[in-house]
């Protein structure tokens, strides 16, 4: 394991018990027998550690299902990693964090939509502004619902919400590209 990993999993388990506002350097370097100068040559703060960590359990999610046809299995992916760092990101929305935290998932769900997007867009004449618009667009419409879902508690089925989420957007991207198609 890597000191970087090793940092991001002793945060994981302070955020079992303590919200990320109260958690401190120390304590982390404390858990992983380091000093704050490595904690330090890895990361600038802990701001960067929770955006690492996040990055790290979200890439997992994705990878593979940058489809249109796979889509569902990404977004279900996504919140199945929440469900499952549910401490993690549920401490981390009642912190001051919680810009960074948003900040970040919708910087992956945008990436990994464009690519959806782009592949959608393939034999058709868009313009790059245009597929850009869509993917934030829907960047936006998916944090909306994974941060309503966090409010809530998880209590949700995150497979019910990828199957309410589909039937909307069934057929929706295509049909978006082929009206900005010039």
């Known amino acids: 394991m890597t000191t970087k990993e090793r940092l991001s999993a002793a945060l994981i388990q302070e955020l079992q018990q303590t919200p990320v506002d109260k958690i401190t350097i120390q304590t982390l370097v404390d858990d992983c027998d380091l000093t704050r100068q490595t904690f330090y040559n890895h990361f600038a703060d802990i701001y960067e550690l929770v955006e690492w960590t996040a990055a790290q359990a979200t ?81 936006l419409a998916f944090i909306a619902l994974i941060f309503d879902w966090v409010k809530d508690g998880l209590k949700t089925d995150p497979q019910e919400l990828v199957a309410q989420t589909a039937v909307l957007i069934q057929g929706d991207f295509r049909k978006a590209l082929q009206q900005y198609t010039h």
């Open 59 to 139: 890439a997992k999610s994705l990878a593979h299902s940058a489809d249109y046809d796979h889509w569902q299995h990404g977004f279900l992916n996504v919140m199945q990693t929440i469900q499952a760092n549910q401490y993690l990101i549920e401490n981390t929305y009642q912190s001051a964090y919680r810009d960074l935290l948003e900040k970040y998932i919708y910087t992956v769900l945008y990436q990994y939509i464009l690519v959806v997007v782009d592949r959608q867009a393939q034999g058709l004449t868009v313009a790059q502004k245009h597929k850009d618009f869509i993917a934030h667009f829907y960047s």
